[in-house]
């Protein structure tokens, strides 16, 4: 099976995600955050890393369970970082940190 190439855009969508499941993490450890949601820490490892930037929905909906995070806020979170970059010019200032948007969401 070849893989499609991915843009660029989803490239930088899938390092934002893997840092808003980092971020989202906090003190916890990666081998205790994936143990509970039922994956490998290597895994989580290659998320947070973005380098495996298109998880199975699965696996995003076990982490988010794990987290304590809803899939919808974790969505718009990953796209909002995005939408506040281009507006910015692609820069990080007046950038709202990803878990703040993401607890404002789920507030």
Not at 86 to 99: F, I, M, Y
Request: proline share 3%; glycine share 12%; net charge neutral.
């Amino acid at each position: 099976m070849v893989r499609t190439r991915l843009t660029e855009e989803e490239r930088q969508r899938g390092e934002r995600f893997g840092t808003l499941l980092r971020q989202a993490r906090g003190e916890r450890s990666m081998v205790e955050v994936a143990a509970a949601a039922g994956v490998s820490a290597e895994t989580l490892r290659k998320i947070e890393t973005g380098r495996a930037p298109t998880p199975a929905f699965f696996t995003v909906a076990a982490l988010a369970t794990t987290l304590g995070l809803s899939l919808d806020s974790l969505a718009e979170a990953a796209f909002a970082a995005g939408a506040d970059a281009a507006a910015d010019g692609g820069g990080s200032g007046g950038r709202t940190e990803p878990v703040a948007v993401v607890r404002r969401l789920s507030a």
